[in-house]
């Protein structure tokens, strides 16, 4: 007779060199969401152990070249239209991400295939990001030089410079990882499902909106730019951190991180004996003989 299989136990819990390293407490701010980013994540399927280094250089450079020019000439056309406050705070966020998302696009189809997991994304947007700032940030410090400002303003945008585009762009980077999955697993991209690319695209959008708002109050002085990098950036970087899985160990950042529910997970029963036949003619128990491959009666002395 044969036997449905059993379910298998459940996996061991992570090991001590996966949690090993400084990674803070565990937070579960979206596990929703992880658990829709950890069902899309893959192994890893990069032919060659450099090609993730040249997609990031590529995006890098992209995004500082392209999507500058890009975001520049449209905002350039809006600014008379909307004014330069409606331009920072609205418009800039606007333009600038899906700029930069246009250059994760281009090198996650066209050089890496496939972006794995959502921290492979991650690290995607904050190169096009960090790329984009760059470039910004040299103007700003053309244009501070020119107009014989404080030269402290041109320390404190070089040290703001790698808190900026790539945090914000790293949200993006994740919402193009959910694309490029969805669009892998379909294989249609007219059937790609947008919700998760547009929910992170909207939030690297809303981060960077919050940070502009505060940085352009007026009359604040350098106590708006304290306020972007202290409290803003932190509490955006967590919420990153969260999606990502909410702990990681950096040595192995770029590992997929499956996420686990909120409820502990109980073993489940051991599968019951099979029945062990019974001799017809003494009605003692049966015993089987590997050797044979066939049952022994011990009183009967015989094979049945």
């Known amino acids: 007779m044969t036997q449905i299989p059993y379910p298998p136990p459940p996996p061991p819990p992570p090991s001590a060199s996966d949690q090993g390293g400084f990674h803070g407490p565990r937070t579960n701010f979206f596990l929703g969401i992880r658990v829709q ?15 993730p280094n040249r997609g990031l250089v590529i995006a890098l450079i992209i995004s500082a070249v392209l999507g500058f020019l890009v975001a520049f000439f449209v905002q350039l056309a809006l600014l008379p239209i909307v004014g330069w406050g409606a331009m920072t705070i609205v418009m800039a966020p606007l333009t600038e991400e899906p700029s930069k998302a246009l250059a994760m ?18 690290v995607l947007g904050a190169a096009a990001g960090l790329g984009f700032g760059v470039v ?5 410090l053309f244009n501070i030089a020119a107009s014989g400002l404080p030269s402290e303003l041109l320390v ?24 490029m999955a ?5 294989g249609d991209v007219s059937k790609t499902s947008l919700t998760l690319p547009l929910l992170f695209l909207l939030v690297g959008m809303a981060n960077h909106m919050v940070w502009n708002a505060i940085a352009t109050i007026p009359d604040a002085g350098y106590w708006s730019i304290a306020v972007d990098a202290i409290i803003i950036f932190p509490i955006f970087a967590i919420i990153l951190r969260d999606f ?3 702990r990681f160990n950096f040595q192995r950042f770029f590992e997929s991180s499956p996420e686990q529910s909120r409820y502990p997970i109980t073993a489940p029963p051991p599968p019951p004996s099979p029945p062990v036949p019974i001799c017809p003619s003494c009605g003692q128990s049966l015993r089987f003989v590997q050797q044979y491959q066939r049952w022994y009666c011990a009183r009967e002395n015989k094979y049945v």
């Open 136 to 140: 910004e940030s040299i103007l700003y």
């Open 182 to 186: 969805k669009r892998q697993a379909s």
């Open 37 to 51: 980013l950890a069902s899309l994540e893959q192994p890893l399927l990069f032919r060659s152990g450099w090609r």
């Open 156 to 179: 404190i945008r070089i040290l703001i410079t790698p808190l900026m585009h790539p945090l914000w762009s790293a949200f993006v980077g994740i919402g193009v990882f959910a694309i």
């Open 244 to 246: 990502l899985g909410g």
């Open 105 to 122: 696009l281009i090198v996650a189809v066209f050089v890496w295939k496939v972006v794995p997991n959502r921290r492979y994304g991650a």
